[in-house]
């Protein structure tokens, strides 16, 4: 396997500090934000990707995949970021969020995420890239190992790919729902996001209700079963790139961590994930 760490919460480095970062702390390479508010911006595709590659060669890493908001080759800067990552070498692009709308409608929505999938997997074939869906907690189309499988089971592995990430899975699947979701969508298993998880109160609601909120902790201290989901990943014989997602910044982090307490802690991360095979 391939460790890259996202580079989404090191928007406070210039690439080269974020590739040099990476590097310091163990990874092969980052996974590149390349979409608004990200170390590249999508108009800035060719440019930003060309320097970003030359920087990263000269730290020592690689940039096997991109991060980005595309969700639609209709889109004005899908097909230049996809172009753009063919020529420098990021094989693999993590797509944006279809986000599910009014209940009542799922199915028409799943339809629909089909089509816009069918638009970019042409783009991608056309490029020799791969579009991969994010398999992402919440309100959004491919919520869950089941959801995403139904968006993808008409496509053939190759032309789609699966972005599975375990604590998404756990948050939507928490018994066993992140297991059957991994079986059904391991024929396209092209990515894994990792990061970890505990739920937490949130208070009542006007009605009485407990609330609860999930946060972010360490790998070895969530709820997301890790050993058993790399357990699956070796019986897959999965050997691409995992991408350490470290959301330790802001409210949802168990604590708010600065930018070198943040690396220091993805080194850890890094060393616990690799021990567990």
Same mark, same amino acid.
């Given at each position: ?56 060669? #000269? ?113 939507? #699947? ?31 609601? #006007? ?71």
């Amino acid at each position: 396997m391939q460790h890259v760490l996202f580079t989404d919460n090191l928007a406070d480095l210039s690439i080269a500090e974020a590739c040099r970062a990476a590097r310091n702390a163990g990874f092969d390479g980052v996974d590149l934000t390349v979409r608004p508010g990200g170390h590249v911006k999508p108009g800035d595709a060719e440019m930003g990707l060309a320097e970003a590659r030359r920087v990263a060669d #000269g730290e020592g890493v690689s940039i096997p995949m991109i991060t980005t908001a595309v969700t639609d080759a209709k889109e004005p800067h899908a097909e230049p970021v996809f172009a753009a990552a063919a020529h420098y070498g990021a094989r693999m692009l993590k797509l944006g969020y279809w986000e599910y709308r009014p209940f009542g409608t799922l199915a028409k929505q799943i339809d629909e995420a089909r089509e816009r999938l069918e638009r970019l997997a042409r783009l991608g074939e056309k490029y020799k890239v791969l579009p991969c869906v994010h398999c992402h907690s919440g309100r959004f189309v491919a919520s869950g190992g089941a959801l995403l499988y139904l968006v993808l089971r008409e496509f053939r592995p190759g032309e789609a790919g699966a972005y599975v990430d375990p604590m998404h899975m756990t948050i939507e #699947g928490s018994l066993s729902g992140w297991e059957l979701g991994l079986d059904l969508v391991a024929p396209w298993l092209a990515l894994a996001g990792v990061k970890n998880f505990r739920w937490k109160e949130a208070g009542r609601d #006007g009605k009485g209700q407990m609330r609860w909120r999930w946060e972010y902790v360490p790998l070895e201290d969530g709820h997301a079963p890790l050993p058993e989901f790399m357990g699956y990943l070796r019986q897959l014989r999965f050997d691409g790139v995992v991408s350490l997602h470290s959301e330790y910044k802001g409210e949802s982090s168990w604590r708010r961590l600065s930018t070198p307490e943040l690396v220091e802690q993805s080194r850890k991360d890094l060393v616990y994930l690799r021990s567990l095979g």
